[in-house]
């Protein structure tokens, strides 16, 4: 990396955990470091600065930070949902910090305000900053052009309306320049966000239009009159005395039919994580319900637990083996006209029904294009009436990037179809464009970068590394990739094709 700090410049290394290393080309002398902050720095654990360490070789002075398990911003930003709270949350969070400075007779302008030398913890609040002990003389106010700066770039990662929103309410709310100021703002904007009060305006200017009922559902009463003419879709015909004494037996199982194609019930399986989360929380509650009866040991008592034990027990098989059951209200038209035309046992219905299984599955269709190679097609002219069985065609290779992996013995291939391609655990705040689910792997664990000399390998802050044909690589910093070379993330190996 080119870029320079303080006239200093930096690069990332791996020595017993991952570093950044802060640097000069000609060395650092001992009379460029302000020895009341050094001092500080060394008595006192300061909050929500990077752990730093300075070594000395032959007067050459290096300032190492510590990073592990932090996590650069400016990585965090690519992958995870950042919104005008989230802004809110982490600008607070920088402020705090440099006003408490203060009480380590630390410089708030030695302080680095860019987003490559801001890294996050578990939460957005959870901010570590890189500050350099230099001795240098700044103006008094450096700091918060700094900070505007530094809010500005953030601002570039929401949304256009955000964006529009934020730009008004930065000169009115940040126009007096002090700590005490900033920081007041800024818990406003996270107890009332500027967004949520311009929504509830234009709702509230907005006329409201009453849509039209789904089919099935009354009308209000002044529209009861209109359309009589139209009869609605699937309206029974009217059927004559001894057939509705028939059907009355038919409308119980009909209204228990119709409440399983409303609810159809479904599993999901739970992932690992998931797993162990369950057996624990079911564990708790046995331990629970147990020492409740050893502090009151009745005979009533006993029933309870017991019965209780049993149903927790049946919830954790169904959790472990089956997963989490989930109700879906969607039910298809074609599956309520059948059940009516079932229900009503008219011949005519019957024939439209068998029309209707007879029509194809736009799957089958799709199915049928894809294994055509396998019909038979016509010769050339001199052997017009000659036909020939092709056999499955051969399977052509994925053009552009790809990363190629193998699975149970099942292989996969994964196209890398952006700029920068995340790999990782995720979860529901951090989007990866290729999972791994395994133990170990971080939510963002490793990025594959497009350059203009090609695509670089870069291992974005993960707790237990990322290796390029066996050799571990060192956090944030790229390597460049070629056909074959193998990507192995914990266990899970990652062949790049070209």
């Known amino acids: 990396m080119t870029q320079e700090v303080f006239g200093l410049r ?102 680095v305000l860019k987003d490559n030398f801001i890294f996050i913890g578990q939460d957005w609040s959870d901010v570590y900053l890189t500050y350099a002990p230099l001795d240098i003389d700044h103006d008094v106010d450096e700091s918060y052009p700094a900070i505007d700066a530094l809010l500005h770039k953030l601002i570039l990662h929401l949304g256009e309306e955000e964006q529009d929103q934020l730009h008004v309410w930065i000169p009115t709310h940040l126009a007096r320049k002090s700590f005490h100021a900033y920081k007041e703002a800024l818990l406003k904007l996270m107890d009332e966000p500027i967004l949520t009060r311009k929504t509830i305006r234009a709702a509230q200017s907005e006329p409201i239009e009453a849509s039209l009922p789904e089919l099935g559902l009354p009308k209000a009463h002044w529209k009861r009159d209109e359309d009589k003419h139209i009869l609605p879709r699937f309206e029974n015909p009217i059927l004559s005395e001894p057939d509705q004494k028939q059907m009355n037996g038919q409308e119980i199982n009909k209204s228990l039919t119709s409440n399983f194609k409303i609810f159809p019930l479904s599993f999901i399986p739970l992932q690992q994580r998931g797993r162990w989360m369950a057996i624990a929380l079911i564990l708790i509650l046995f331990a629970f319900l147990w020492q409740q009866y050893l502090a009151h040991p009745w005979a009533s008592m006993l029933q309870i637990i017991a019965g209780i034990t049993l149903l927790l027990g049946d919830v954790g098989f169904v959790l472990l083996f089956l997963g989490r059951p989930e109700f879906s209200r969607r039910s298809s038209p074609n599956k309520k006209s059948s059940s009516i035309a079932h229900n009503i046992n008219d011949p005519y219905y019957d024939v439209m029904r068998d029309e209707e299984n007879s029509v194809s599955d736009p799957m089958d269709i799709q199915h049928y294009y894809q294994n055509l190679a396998l019909h038979t097609t016509l010769l050339g002219p001199s052997h017009s009436n000659a036909t020939v069985f092709l056999g499955k065609s051969p399977k052509r290779d994925q053009i552009g990037p790809r990363l190629e992996s193998k699975v149970e013995g099942i292989s996969h291939t994964v196209p890398i179809n952006s700029e920068v391609f995340t790999i990782g655990r995720g979860d529901l705040s951090s989007r990866v464009d290729y999972v791994v689910e395994d133990v170990g792997v971080s939510r963002i664990h490793a990025e594959i970068v497009q350059t203009s000399s090609g695509f670089q390998l870069r291992d974005a802050g993960s707790t237990n590394g990322t290796f390029l044909n066996d050799f571990p690589i060192v956090t944030y910093q790229g390597y460049p990739l070629k056909d074959g070379d193998i990507v192995r993330i914990i266990r899970q190996e990652l062949t790049f094709r070209l």
Do not use: W
């Open 10 to 111: 930096y690069e990332f290394v791996y020595r017993h955990g991952h570093l950044m290393e802060l640097f000069k080309e000609g060395g650092l002398a001992a009379c460029e470091l302000s020895n009341l902050q050094v001092r500080m720095l060394e008595a006192n654990q300061v909050p929500r600065l990077l752990p730093l360490d300075i070594h000395e070789v032959d007067s050459n002075i290096r300032l190492l930070y510590r990073l592990s398990s932090k996590r650069m911003l400016s990585h965090v930003l690519k992958v995870e949902k950042f919104s005008i709270q989230v802004l809110a949350k982490l600008m607070y969070a920088i402020v705090c910090t440099l006003d408490e400075s203060k009480n380590y007779m630390l410089c708030e302008m030695n302080f």
